[in-house]
């Protein structure tokens, strides 16, 4: 995809057209002209809200294979005019493209079946083999399903779906398991089945635009690999932050609560990607490798090092803010599970030892926000009196993809004191006309094109797991009760004094300004 970022001024549909020259090599095209898209799970939330609007955003963009079916299988009685009923408003429709939605359609047909049963996985096969060429398709299968049901469906598929001439991809949702016993017990039923360049395992954040772009940044410029470690580096803190709670999806939040939600994945793969050293190549593999060292040099969090809140309502807020955690009928009375949580962890090699990673995620904050931010250290030898804050250099995901450094200037003028100031590459300034896709838009190419370099592959999983299973069982054993902070707030005070109990400084001196809006 290289070149494709310098065409700023191209069309998007010609940025398309590039891409899916580079994407689809001969190989795509041709080794088997045809592609099945199975969404298991179709009648839920996810396949409504992002699978069917990611597939249609892809063929409209030109970016599906030609000759791609989409299946849609689950237990409910649906129809395909049905099923466009539901996923419609999520699909972002403009008028002039209803023919070509019309023509997104007759690609798409629904089974309905038993997660449990071989027959019905059978009659799905028969589907499959009845469409054109559908016995030499290549077949992907998402599971877009709660994972009790894994373990029959990938069996299923296994004995009675596969194709036997393209190849079969299975792509699997997090929650994988809930600890490193029930993710090991998935991944042996799941590997017994299917090899693991069969299986991609979803982690959206490896998606986003920014979260890949630390690569390149790490390791596509001088300037920062010889200050990337813990002689310059102070802190790193990792953020997720969302302004609204869980709103009716109390019932599965509350079985995972936000450390295996969000921090056991999506912030841990993005310390991995922050903290590991340069893979050989560009391989998914030489890349997971680097994680894996990454992970295995980190131990086990403790309780000690661990902030724990939960939401409760604004009696001053609007709608929504006004209800706590335990106000939302979906959430069991008196639940313990945590909504914010904020953790120190450390990576015990060379170039990381003694430098605190600090992970904070929580629902019902202030304000939607997921960054990287390195602090870097004091500067040795002051002669400014003091005046000078610590450089940082934050990487913001989202929403407004930003890299930008805070650093020190001389205040123009006839002034000899420093000020703090920043190199800013804020992506709505620098590249105005460029559409930045979904993380699932590349994801799902990714499968198609058959690249695992953003998927987790298995021993990163059960590293993940075995960091974070200890503090879970732990929390739950005791009971330990959550510290409850205000919908809208920014958390408990105790995750700030956390953070500055192990180095990190905030100043909250620095103010920027946008500069479109001078
Ligand atoms: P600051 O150094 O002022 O803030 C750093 C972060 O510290 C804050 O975002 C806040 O995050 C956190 N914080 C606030 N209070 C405390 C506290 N008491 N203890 C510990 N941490 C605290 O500046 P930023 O570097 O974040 O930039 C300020 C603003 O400017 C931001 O809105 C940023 O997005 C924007 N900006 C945008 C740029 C761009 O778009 N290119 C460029 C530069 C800045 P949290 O509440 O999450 O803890
Ligand atoms: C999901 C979590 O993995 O990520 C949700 O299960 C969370 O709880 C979501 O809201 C956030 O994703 P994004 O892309 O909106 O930051």
């Known amino acids: 995809m290289s070149h494709v970022a310098e065409q700023v ?70 129809t395909v005019e049905s099923l466009r009923k539901q996923t419609q408003p999520y699909m972002k429709v403009t008028a002039e493209d209803q023919k070509k939605l019309d023509a997104f359609f007759s690609l798409t047909s629904y089974v309905s079946g038993q997660y449990d049963e071989r027959s019905s996985f059978e009659k799905l096969h028969a589907h499959m083999n009845s469409l054109p060429k559908g016995k030499k398709a290549n077949r992907l ?30 792509i699997v949702e997090k929650p994988f398991g809930k600890d490193l016993e029930s993710s090991n017990k998935l991944s042996n039923h799941i590997s017994a089945l299917f090899r693991e360049d069969q299986i991609y395992r979803i982690d959206h954040y490896l998606g986003k635009e920014m979260v890949q772009n630390l690569m390149v940044l790490r390791f596509g410029n001088r300037i920062f690999g010889p200050i990337w470690n813990r002689d310059h580096i102070g802190c ?61 040099s980190i131990s086990e969090i403790q309780l000690s090092d661990v902030v724990l809140g939960q939401y409760v309502g604004n009696p001053q807020g609007q709608g929504e803010e006004k209800k706590g955690y335990l106000d939302d009928a979906t959430v069991p009375a008196g639940s ?30 202030n304000e939607r926000k997921a960054e990287v931010r390195l602090q870097f250290r004091d500067v040795p030898g002051d002669i400014f009196n003091q005046q000078c804050k610590r450089n940082e250099l934050v990487i913001r995901v989202q929403p407004n993809e930003a ?46 094109c058959g690249s695992q370099m953003h998927f987790v592959r298995s021993d990163e999983l059960r590293e993940a797991w075995r960091i974070f299973t200890p503090l879970l069982h732990r929390i739950e054993s005791e009971k330990i009760k959550p510290i409850p902070y205000i ?11 956390l953070m500055k109990r192990v180095g990190f400084r905030y100043e909250g001196t620095y103010k920027w300004v946008n500069p479109n809006k001078l």
């Open 141 to 170: 299968f998402y599971l877009a399903l709660p994972p009790s049901v894994y373990e029959d469906v990938t069996r299923n598929i296994k004995e009675t779906c596969m194709s036997q001439v393209g190849w079969n991809r299975l």
């Open 403 to 448: 890299v930008y450094t805070k650093m020190m200037t001389k205040k123009p003028g006839m002034f000899f004191n420093p000020e703090e100031s920043e190199l800013d590459l804020t992506y709505g300034n620098r590249y105005k006309d460029v559409k930045l896709p979904d993380a699932y838009e590349r994801l799902i190419l990714d499968v198609f």
């Open 336 to 365: 313990l599970t945590s909504t914010f949580a904020a953790a120190v962890l450390y990576v015990q090699n060379e170039r990381w030892d003694s430098v605190p990673f600090i992970l904070r995620c929580g629902k019902a904050l």
């Open 9 to 78: 001024h191209l069309s998007r549909s010609e940025v398309c057209g590039i891409l899916r020259e580079e994407l689809y090599s001969e190989e795509i095209l041709h080794q088997a002209d045809t592609h099945i898209f199975i969404v298991v799970g179709a009648s839920g939330d996810l396949a409504k809200k992002k699978i069917y609007p990611t597939l249609w955003w892809l063929f409209n963009d030109g970016l599906l294979p030609e000759h791609t079916f989409i299946i849609g299988y689950a237990r409910s009685n649906l």
């Open 487 to 497: 919908y809208g707030s920014r958390g408990p005070a105790e995750a700030d004094e």
């Open 236 to 296: 790193v803190v990792l953020t997720f932050k969302e302004p609204f709670g869980t709103e009716g999806r109390g019932g599965y939040f509350d079985e995972f609560g936000i450390i295996r939600d969000v921090m056991q994945n999506h912030l841990l793969q993005m310390l991995c990607l922050v903290a590991m050293e340069k893979p050989t190549s560009t391989n998914s593999d030489d890349v997971r490798d680097e994680k894996v060292k990454v992970l295995k």
